[in-house]
């Protein structure tokens, strides 16, 4: 985490890492740049990252997001990225059983290659595609229970659950951090409400 300057109050660096075409780029372009959602973005080659500022707690927190590729050959070079990070977005696409497959190598990876205590979200996109559906929410959300992680169904497309899951990764960190440095006594840790669409018709859920 980097110093506070005029423009925030805390820096957090977090990865976005899975397996390609998992719609990795649409979230980080949707994420940072708030771009419409584009289906013929061109995969990242290695990385890239921009900032967001994210208000939550009353502070400012600068979310440095990397997105990488999910090619076996540029997993060496991705790696020294992953230095210093305070969280990682996992990524699957649950109409690619395949993608949810590999989350446990990705796991492997990252404990093998990654920041130890670093925070992991595992994220099920691509949720308003529910007709071609073939990873359940259940099935999402019990791996995540198993291995420790936060667990979201969203799309980058519609931005269902978007900003939501937005707001608790920052809020998250933030809270981990001042847990680790001071008492978090008598801050007033402020709740992030659910979206307020009605998320049954498309199948983007929240655990």
């Given at each position: 985490m980097s110093r506070p300057n005029k423009s925030y109050d805390f820096q957090f660096?977090?990865?976005?890492?899975?397996?390609?075409?998992t719609g990795k780029s649409?979230?980080?372009?949707?994420?940072?740049?708030?771009?419409?959602?584009?289906s013929n973005l061109i995969p990242t080659v290695a990385v890239?990252?921009?900032?967001?500022?994210?208000?939550?707690?009353?502070?400012?927190?600068?979310?440095?997001?990397?997105?990488?590729?999910?090619?076996?050959?540029?997993?060496s070079l991705v790696s020294m990225y992953y230095k210093e990070s305070r969280g990682v977005l996992l990524v699957y696409d649950i109409t690619n059983r395949d993608?949810?497959?590999?989350?446990?190598?990705?796991?492997?990876?990252?404990?093998?290659?990654?920041?130890?205590?670093?925070r992991i979200f595992l994220i099920g996109n691509k949720c308003d595609l529910e007709d071609e559906r073939e990873v359940s929410f259940e099935e999402g959300r019990l791996l995540a229970e198993e291995k420790g992680m936060k667990f979201f169904e969203i799309s980058a497309r519609t931005l269902e659950n978007f900003n939501y899951m937005v707001g608790v990764l920052a809020k998250e960190l933030l809270i981990e951090f001042i847990k680790e440095?001071?008492?978090?006594?008598?801050?007033?840790?402020?709740?992030?409400?659910?979206?307020?669409?009605?998320?049954?018709?498309?199948?983007?859920?929240?655990?």
């Open positions: 660096k977090v990865m976005i890492v899975g397996d390609s075409k649409n979230i980080f372009e949707r994420f940072l740049r708030e771009r419409d959602w584009n890239d990252f921009l900032k967001r500022i994210v208000p939550v707690l009353d502070k400012r927190i600068s979310l440095q997001v990397w997105d990488t590729s999910g090619a076996e050959r540029f997993r993608s949810f497959l590999h989350v446990h190598d990705w796991l492997r990876y990252w404990r093998r290659s990654g920041e130890r205590g670093a440095n001071e008492s978090i006594g008598g801050n007033n840790v402020s709740h992030i409400p659910k979206n307020k669409e009605d998320n049954s018709k498309s199948g983007c859920n929240i655990w």
